[in-house]
């Protein structure tokens, strides 16, 4: 996660520097980026170009800027009328909660889902954006479509599968499955799309001043998921990737609101959906909260 938590000041920096003369590592970052073999997703926002790069597992974010005479299609005309804040992107942590809104865990029944909350992270990037003024373009309704991965980074040194005979999700304790594995870090990653309708409200008709608070309804709709263990064995480093289901729920919904001035704010997100299936795992429900920057 550190990559991502590097990633996530690189686009600051960057979209900070967007009106100044490239900077000399740019020719660097072009080369790194035509030379790329994994997946890439490319997204496009005014006069800017994010890509999204999954390396083994792991999220490498670069930002390009493009002058108003490159030949591009535009995915948002600039800013006339009511703009919402949702288009951009957040970062911030995840964790699970029970029914009563506890982080706790029973030992004997889900402790194996206690999280290392500090190394659990949400991170989103919102890629379509589409706003209806109300009052005064200060009032309105937000929608769109983005991306949401989740890194839950386990306590402990175990990690978790589907149970072959009950398919219900069980721990593993990866010390007794490998008892010469040095564990290094076991998490849970999910990725789900992610379309809000929002309610929002600014106290200035100009988007990048005076605050800004959006609240309302989001649901998601899972990509992928798989679970990484980073171990050592005899000096050597080493990883252990899994893709699968893990009986997530394949659709959620919850509630989302964030608040901040100008571009800038933090957000929440809960979803009422369980993290599994019914009876096929641990009653647990996502939460996250962070910081959101947004590209209107």
Do not use: C
């Amino acid at each position: 996660m550190k990559k991502i938590a590097l990633t996530l000041v690189t686009l600051i920096i960057a979209l900070g520097v967007f009106g100044q003369d490239p900077e000399p590592n740019v020719d660097e970052m072009k080369e790194e980026l035509k030379n790329q073999q994994d997946d890439t997703t490319n997204i496009r926002f005014k006069r800017k170009t994010v890509k999204i790069i999954e390396d083994d597992g792991e999220t490498q974010i670069f930002v390009k800027k493009h002058n108003r005479n490159d030949d591009w299609d535009w995915m948002w005309d600039d800013d006339d009328g009511f703009t919402g804040s949702w288009s951009g992107f957040s970062m911030g942590l995840s964790n699970l909660v029970d029914q009563n809104f506890s982080f706790s865990r029973d030992a004997a029944i889900d402790g194996y889902m206690d999280l290392n909350t500090g190394k659990s992270w949400n991170m989103n990037v919102n890629f379509a954006q589409y706003s209806i003024n109300f009052v005064n373009e200060q009032f309105g309704l937000v929608t769109g479509l983005g991306i949401e991965w989740n890194y839950y980074r386990f306590d402990g040194d175990n990690s978790i599968q589907e149970n072959a005979a009950t398919g219900e999700i069980e721990p593993v304790d990866i010390l007794i499955t490998h008892p010469d594995w040095n564990i290094e870090k076991s998490k849970l990653s999910t990725t789900y799309v992610t379309l809000p309708i929002l309610l929002e409200v600014h106290s200035s008709s100009y988007q990048h001043s005076g605050i800004v608070f959006s609240a309302g309804v989001i649901g998601g709709a899972k990509l992928g998921s798989n679970t990484k263990i980073v171990y050592k064995q005899n000096g050597n480093k080493n990883k252990d990737k899994t893709k699968d289901d893990f009986n997530l729920s394949p659709f959620r919904y919850g509630v989302h609101a964030r608040l901040g001035v100008g571009d800038w704010m933090i957000y929440g997100t809960y979803y009422f959906t369980p993290m599994f299936e019914s009876n096929k795992g641990p009653e647990l429900y996502p939460l996250s909260i962070g910081f959101a920057l947004s590209f209107e």
